[in-house]
């Protein structure tokens, strides 16, 4: 079974431009979570969704930020504009449906470098 | 609020050393705490898990024990080998049906022969 697959795997863009991250979650997972680490610290939530819909994006940091999830299969991560501190690993996790805890699986990552 | 604070790295060992990766918490009531792994180009692993007060969590080798009284969830392993060379984060999930993972800021492990 393929696991969390992210595309790119690096990005590198000039401050100002628009980038858009790609999640592709476990086949069948209904949640899907977006993180980031920035500059070596700790990784930090961004949001939730179950299925289409957004449960939880108490971390997206600012508006420039826009997830989606059309028909609950895919997830892209758009940032408009991006800006040097948008820099880092953007991780996607999936799990299955809820009912008491599942475990999150990782996605290897996209290393997103703004200049 | 609720966050993770891991001991800074790297870490640097030699194979056979010891391991013990510090990890504390603070957190509102009763979570449920776990450590990730993160080998070269890949994604976070979980590495092991514990609900609960006491609780021991094991895989591999590594161990760590949740304890409430001093809010630590210590990662440790008795003989580490070149394979374990990765970064080690810890993390915990908040009781009530919050699905988001608090991670620490990980630590690098370099194990050499």
């Known amino acids: 079974e393929a696991g969390v697959t992210q595309f790119p795997s690096h990005s590198v863009i000039e401050k100002g431009q628009t980038v858009t991250l790609r999640c592709d979650p476990i086949?069948?997972?209904?949640?899907l979570y977006w993180y980031r680490r920035v500059m070596g610290k700790e990784i930090k939530f961004l949001l939730h969704?179950?299925?289409?819909?957004?449960?939880?994006e108490s971390g997206m940091p600012n508006n420039r930020f826009l997830a989606e999830r059309t028909g609950g299969t895919y997830s892209t991560l758009k940032v408009q504009p991006a800006e040097l501190e948008d820099s880092g690993v953007y991780f996607c996790?999936?799990?299955?449906?809820?009912?008491?805890?599942?475990?999150?699986?990782f996605g290897p990552g996209t290393r997103l470098t703004v200049l | 609020g609720n966050s993770v604070t891991q001991m800074e790295g790297p870490v640097t060992l030699s194979e056979e050393a010891f391991l013990t990766i510090n990890c504390t918490y603070t957190?509102?009531?009763?979570?449920?705490l776990f450590w990730y792994v993160q080998y070269p180009g890949e994604g976070l692993q979980l590495l092991l898990k514990?609900?609960?007060?006491?609780d021991k969590g094991s895989n591999k080798g590594f161990e760590a024990t949740y304890r409430k009284e001093t809010t630590s969830f210590h990662l440790e392993k008795g003989s580490v080998q070149v394979s374990d060379s990765a970064v080690y984060f810890c993390?915990?999930?908040?009781?009530?049906?919050?699905?988001?993972?608090?991670f620490g800021a990980g630590t690098r492990l370099a194990v050499h022969p």
């Open positions: 996790a999936s799990s299955p449906a809820s009912g008491g805890y599942n475990e999150q699986f």
């Open positions: 086949s069948g997972h209904d949640n």
């Open positions: 969704f179950v299925k289409e819909s957004k449960q939880d």
């Open positions: 957190a509102t009531g009763y979570p449920s």
């Open positions: 514990a609900t609960k007060a006491d």
């Open positions: 993390a915990l999930k908040l009781s009530g049906g919050y699905n988001k993972l608090i």
